[in-house]
């Protein structure tokens, strides 16, 4: 199996994550390379209809808010990895399997990490997410299974 230096987890908050961010340590420890938590807040606020111009703050949530949600979350699960040095933690905003592949590449990592889970065709087996993520990568892919976590 080859060893990994530069790890990416996509993190989604899910029940699983847990067990995506155990087998990301099975891989990492003997190198004691770099770790990163990735979360992607997908996030598209509501548009009105054309002929209304009054805003809908009731359906308009802060991006910022949620943005900084998922880094609180971030934190905690950061502070559970036994990991030196400390895991780099990321939130980006957008759809998430273009976000994931593009961070990968920005940090010209070797192995992505994702939840695989779905119910469809390729996925079914891995989940749309991981699917997409898993043909954009520009590094190896493990796709962690996840449906009975």
């Known amino acids: 199996m080859p060893s990994y230096s530069n790890l990416l ?8 994550t847990s067990t995506i961010v155990n087998r990301a340590m099975e891989l990492i420890e003997p190198r004691r390379g770099q770790l990163t938590l990735v979360h992607v807040v997908d996030y598209l606020p509501p548009l009105g209809f054309p002929d209304d111009l009054s ?3 009731a359906l308009i949530l802060d991006e910022d808010a949620l943005v900084q949600n998922a880094m609180g979350s971030l934190k905690r699960i950061a502070a559970e990895i036994k990991h030196d040095p400390a895991p780099r933690l ?7 399997k273009g976000e994931i592949t593009h961070l990968a590449e920005e940090l010209k990592c070797d192995l992505l990490i994702i939840g695989a889970h779905g119910h ?30």
């Open 55 to 57: 805003p809908m703050p």
């Open 90 to 96: 990321e939130v980006r905003l957008g759809a998430p």
């Open 120 to 149: 469809r065709g390729l996925e079914r087996l891995l989940g749309s997410t991981a699917a997409a993520v898993l043909q954009r990568a520009p590094c190896d892919v493990l796709a962690v299974h996840t449906a009975s976590a």
């Open 9 to 16: 987890i996509a993190v989604d908050f899910s029940t699983a």
